[in-house]
């Protein structure tokens, strides 16, 4: 069963602050690996993707990989209470045209001003 | 991101009952997904869908589910005889041709089931 782990939270952070959040996950086959957003009842919404091992930063966020220790990260800078949200990790087997996405269980953030 | 649309935004249905969920791209999507997150838990893939063929399904979509792209536009979910355990919030996800094989999600609809 694979496998992809995330603190629930909630992470609570001052504005202003930077977030951490941390997922990680089983199937070292995994190649290319997401963060979504979600607000309550509302669908994921894409921040960003990450393939290679190392940083990729995209505005306020930065995405961190490490494949060997099977462990990805999303930091958000510059914390702002509308970052107030359940932050999913997603990675993906990549496996032909399938591309299955398996999904943590989110981690919820609260931004106070 | 290109979008799509799905259609009802809310189902409430009677136990028993089939429902028919509608993902309507608006662009040239090649690959779609249905993916279901029970309230509470975890967002769960469901089926992908490539070049009007079932490329992959997990162990939830048994025979009660079934997708299809009728008339090359709407992609459907279907679930007959719906039980309780299906309420859910149902996402249609896209992948667009070539390039990176990120997902977007449509907004999604939300199945009661009674």
């Known amino acids: 069963q694979k496998e992809v782990e995330q603190n629930s939270g909630p992470l609570s952070v001052p504005e202003g602050a930077i977030a951490s959040l941390n997922c990680t996950y089983s199937?070292?086959?995994?190649?290319?690996f997401f963060w979504y957003r979600q607000y309550s009842g509302k669908s994921p919404e894409l921040i960003m993707f990450i393939y290679s091992n190392g940083d990729k930063e995209d505005g306020r966020f930065t995405a961190q990989l490490n494949k060997a220790s099977q462990y990805v990260s999303l930091l958000i800078r510059d914390s702002q209470p509308s970052d107030s949200a359940t932050y999913l990790c997603a990675v993906n087997e990549r496996k032909a045209a399938g591309n299955k996405l398996t999904f943590g269980g989110g981690t919820r953030v609260l931004v106070k001003p | 991101e290109p979008e799509v649309t799905q259609t009802p935004s809310h189902q409430v249905t009677q136990m028993g009952q089939e429902v028919i969920l509608r993902c309507v791209p608006i662009?040239?999507?090649?690959?779609f997904y249905w993916y279901r997150q029970i309230l509470g838990q975890k967002v769960e893939f469901l089926v992908s869908f490539y070049n009007n063929e079932i490329s992959e399904k997990s162990e939830i979509f048994d025979d009660q589910f079934s997708v299809e792209r009728p008339d090359g536009s709407n992609f459907t979910l279907k679930i007959r005889s719906t039980k309780l355990e299906d309420s859910a919030m149902y996402f249609c996800?896209?992948?667009?041709?070539?390039?990176?094989?990120?997902?977007?999600f449509g907004p999604g609809t939300r199945l009661t089931v009674l």
């Open positions: 996800a896209w992948r667009l041709a070539g390039g990176t094989d990120t997902q977007y």
């Open positions: 199937d070292r086959g995994s190649q290319s």
């Open positions: 662009s040239n999507h090649l690959y």
